[in-house]
Nanobody, 115 residues
Framework: QVQLVGSGGGLVQAGGSLRLSCAAS????????MGWYRQAPGKQRELVAT???????NYADSVKGRITISRDNAKNTVYLQMNSLKPEDTAVYYC?????????WGQGTQVTVSS
């Protein structure tokens, strides 16, 4: 089994910054993909960004240039640095890790951006 614990959400004004962290533990193979997804009220969960264990990144178009994903493989931890936040970034942010076609999710952390 794999467990993920995320942290770092909160309330911020538009234009501000937040940094999310998510640590994975358990049966983690070295080859995996970690990522962040978000779900706003009344909307489906959507991709924010992913990063492979080799460091290849992928971003949603809506966050490119404002959000950076990174990871520390030694700590099995993924980070999401969010700058120039907009009210439309308000959502519950979930970290996930995909290992051999199975995806495990963290508990979600609320990010609220006020205008």
């Amino acid at each position: 089994q794999v467990q993920l614990v995320g942290s770092g959400g909160g309330l911020v004004q538009a234009g501000g910054s937040l940094r999310l962290s998510c640590a994975a533990s358990g049966s983690i193979f070295s080859s995996n993909v970690m990522g962040w997804y978000r779900q706003a009220p009344g909307k489906q969960r959507e991709l924010v960004a992913t990063i492979t264990s080799g460091g290849t990144t992928n971003y949603a178009d809506s966050v490119k240039g404002r959000i950076t994903i990174s990871r520390d493989n030694a700590k099995n931890t993924v980070y999401l640095q969010m700058n120039s936040l907009k009210p439309e970034d308000t959502a519950v942010y979930y970290c996930g890790i995909t290992i051999r076609f199975n995806t495990y999710w963290g508990q979600g952390t609320q990010v609220t951006v006020s205008s």
